[in-house]
């Protein structure tokens, strides 16, 4: 049993909205069915306009790809291209759902590419991924230009991911505005999915405490995700999915995540009140935990790309 202690993260700080959503929205009878006597068209404008706000919250909890990707390189120094989605397997993806949820997968791809600076690769998976927005009618979206540029200049990391960022909010802003809220849902699911795959086969093998409790921590955002998939529950695609998340819930279920309260410090600088949260976090997760997760993720994601 492993026990990591550290300063609250900002995903745990909205975990109790979430919570409170998820009441309001999904955790009783009589909502739903307040929802099925709803006209559809009512009901996908609220569910559109709801989920629109909490997939940008959902957004910034979420480790970027940059972000993950240094962490492993921490831990693991040499590059490995067996851990990404091949660019040749984009012949097999001639559905939306497929298109979606692979351009998540290939865009941690190119974050994992990016921090080791393989401009060769980061170049063919950002033309990949661009051709896939492009066939979604999202790649007006994608500064191929600008994004190409910083992908092949690993000290451009901030801006890349700034860059990345809000090109992804534009696209999922859009989707939800032409009713399309699924698409933007498989995108992010895609690529939060493929972070936590390379996470887990560099965390057994390294045995890394601080990636290891990263992959602990990702209990809220799964719990984040699938509130968010919900919405999209009707479109088949999206229901398969969930029902494997589900039981990669179960998995996170016997991880726990304690949050220990610290009164708050307040330091002034340059005469302005600086407060520091206190807070830490105690993640308890085993080895064997992160085998589980691996295995599930590792099956899920075999059928998202193939």
Same mark, same amino acid.
């Given at each position: 049993m492993h026990l990591f202690k550290n300063k609250m993260k900002p995903q745990l700080l909205i975990l109790a909205s979430?919570?409170?959503?998820?009441?309001?929205?999904?955790?009783?009878?009589?909502?739903?069915?307040?929802?099925?006597?709803?006209s559809r068209a009512d009901s996908v404008q609220k569910i559109d306009q709801v989920s629109k706000d909490l997939v940008s919250e959902?957004?910034?909890?979420?480790?970027?790809?940059?972000?993950?990707?240094?962490?492993?390189k921490e831990v693991e120094k040499d590059y490995s291209s067996s851990w990404l989605n091949p660019t040749t397997n984009i012949s097999r993806y001639n559905s939306n759902y497929k298109k979606a949820v692979n351009i998540g997968i290939y865009g941690t791809d190119l974050g994992y590419i990016n921090i080791y600076n393989e401009k060769q690769d980061a170049i063919l998976?950002?033309?990949?991924?661009?051709?896939?927005?492009?066939?979604?009618?999202?790649?007006h979206f994608f500064d191929y230009k600008t994004i190409k540029r910083l992908a092949t200049n690993s000290t451009n990391l901030d801006s890349m991911l700034y860059?990345?960022? /809000? /090109?992804?909010?534009?696209?999922?802003?859009?989707?939800? #505005?032409?009713?399309?809220?699924n698409l933007s849902m498989m995108m992010l699911t895609g690529g939060w999915l493929e972070a936590l795959y390379i996470a887990t086969e560099v965390g057994l093998k390294n045995k890394s405490p601080d990636l290891i409790e990263k992959i602990g921590e990702q209990k809220v955002v799964l719990a984040q995700i699938m509130i968010l998939l919900k919405f999209y529950n009707s479109d088949p695609q999206v229901a398969k999915l969930l029902e494997k998340l589900v039981k990669l819930n179960?998995?996170? #279920?016997?991880? /726990?995540?304690?949050?220990?309260?610290?009164?708050?410090?307040?330091?002034?600088?340059?005469?302005?009140?600086?407060?520091?949260?206190? /807070?830490?976090?105690?993640?308890k997760i085993t080895? #064997?935990?992160?085998?589980?997760?691996?295995?599930?993720?590792?099956?899920?994601?075999? #059928?998202?790309?193939?």
């Open positions: 979430f919570i409170t959503f998820c009441m309001l929205i999904s955790c009783d009878e009589s909502t739903e069915n307040a929802f099925n006597n709803a959902v957004i910034k909890s979420i480790p970027s790809p940059v972000e993950m990707s240094t962490l492993i998976y950002l033309n990949t991924m661009t051709q896939l927005a492009e066939e979604l009618r999202i790649g860059i990345t960022t /809000s /090109s992804y909010d534009k696209m999922n802003t859009y989707l939800q #505005d032409q009713n399309r809220g179960v998995i996170y #279920d016997g991880i /726990s995540i304690i949050i220990v309260y610290k009164e708050p410090t307040v330091e002034m600088i340059n005469g302005i009140p600086m407060v520091t949260d206190n /807070s830490t976090t105690e993640v080895e #064997d935990d992160i085998i589980k997760i691996n295995e599930l993720v590792k099956n899920v994601r075999k #059928d998202i790309i193939s």
